[in-house]
């Protein structure tokens, strides 16, 4: 049962992460990135159990996955922006 709400938790978070990375403004995706990247050191700190190298691993590891969806976003963007461009200038055609 934790794993499974492990799994949907990094699903929710992956979801959000590319929602957040699809709107126009690209600095919105980068909030995700920053409370995950705060919330590591955060544990890293005041987690005594926890190694460096553990905390490098899954910190980097996290951030190649948030990165991934915010490049996966901002290409569905220009995709849509391109679409609503192409729509705009046929309708200019008419």
């Known amino acids: 049962m934790d794993i499974l709400l492990k799994g949907l938790l ?3 978070v992956l979801g959000a992460q590319y929602l957040l990375s699809s709107q126009k403004n690209v600095y ?3 909030v995700v ?3 995950f ?6 544990r890293y700190v005041n987690v005594e159990s926890v190694s460096t190298m553990q905390y490098l691993l899954i910190t980097g590891l996290g951030l190649l996955f948030l990165v991934a969806e915010w490049g996966k976003g901002r290409e569905v963007f220009r995709k ?3 679409k609503e461009l192409e729509r705009m200038s046929i ?3 008419k």
Not at 37 to 42: E, I, K, L, S
């Open 91 to 93: 309708q200019d055609l």
């Open 33 to 35: 990135p920053l409370l």
């Open 37 to 42: 990247v705060v919330g590591m050191t955060w």
């Open 80 to 82: 849509n922006q391109e």
């Open 10 to 12: 990094y699903a929710a």
């Open 28 to 30: 919105v995706g980068a």
